[in-house]
């Protein structure tokens, strides 16, 4: 999505980008395929000057409720968040079992204790398309959006929103601890440190010194070298 109406940085991707992103995809197993799909239209129409374009995140988190609107999406559809890493194969987690809910989530590590019981983290959802279109999930989320301000508004839509959903276990989307021998996927959010000092940190993955001073993760150490690689024979090509 191009929002540079909002903010210069606001950039969509890039054909150069994409074609890159295909052949590193490509390496690991042919039949991989990177689309890009640019929804700057849908966006404008449904979010455009909304009364959450300036929520704690950017407007691109508000971009997973527009999966119905689009075509060819599939029946079910796995959406990640981009600072999750993978520590184990992710065909365990899209065979689960959605065929009577809307989703499937994992609660959200303070808000289930702030906010409420069963509140949820939405960077891990694993969407029944057909269910979600059969109940207008996506299209109440996109109404409340538009019109009420919300704290975590792409996430506090989707929970007003729901009818039916279940959780996982937090293996599914760990959100602090990422040293657990079991967990699939590490989440890379905001998070409280208490030590030395009380404070809130967003260090991603790719911020690798961080990793390793504050959570003294060397798990992704191989992974992380290899996108440095990428990252770094990109820039020399362009």
């Not at 995140?57 to 609107?69: G, H, Q």
Request: glycine letters at 2%; proline letters at 3%.
């Amino acid at each position: 999505m191009d929002l540079t109406r909002v903010d210069e940085n606001f950039k969509p991707i890039s054909d150069e980008q994409i074609d890159f992103l295909n052949k590193v995809v490509k390496n690991k197993n042919s039949d991989n395929c990177v689309i890009k799909v640019d929804v700057t239209d849908i966006y404008e129409k449904e979010f455009g000057n909304c009364k959450n374009e300036n929520a704690y995140c950017t407007p691109y988190t508000l971009l997973r409720l527009f999966a119905d609107l689009i075509p060819d999406v599939p029946d079910k559809l796995l959406y990640l968040d981009i600072d999750m890493m993978f520590a184990d194969d992710i065909k365990e987690l899209y065979d689960k079992n959605v065929d009577d809910i809307e989703f499937l989530a994992v609660k959200e590590k303070y808000g289930c204790w702030l906010i409420w019981p069963d509140y949820f983290n939405a960077g891990m959802l694993l969407f029944n398309m057909k269910k979600v279109k059969e109940t207008g999930l996506l299209e109440k989320a996109r109404e409340l959006i538009r019109t009420k301000k919300m704290l975590f508004a792409d996430q506090d839509a989707v929970y007003r929103a729901k009818t039916k959903m279940r959780f996982l276990p937090r293996r599914y989307n760990e959100q602090s601890k990422f040293d657990r021998k079991d967990t699939m996927i590490c989440h890379y959010c905001k998070r409280l440190l208490l030590w030395p000092w009380f404070k809130v940190v967003n260090i991603k993955q790719w911020h690798i010194d961080d990793v390793h001073k504050y959570y003294k993760c060397h798990r992704f150490d191989d992974d992380l070298k290899e996108y440095l690689e990428y990252k770094n024979e990109f820039e020399n090509n362009k």
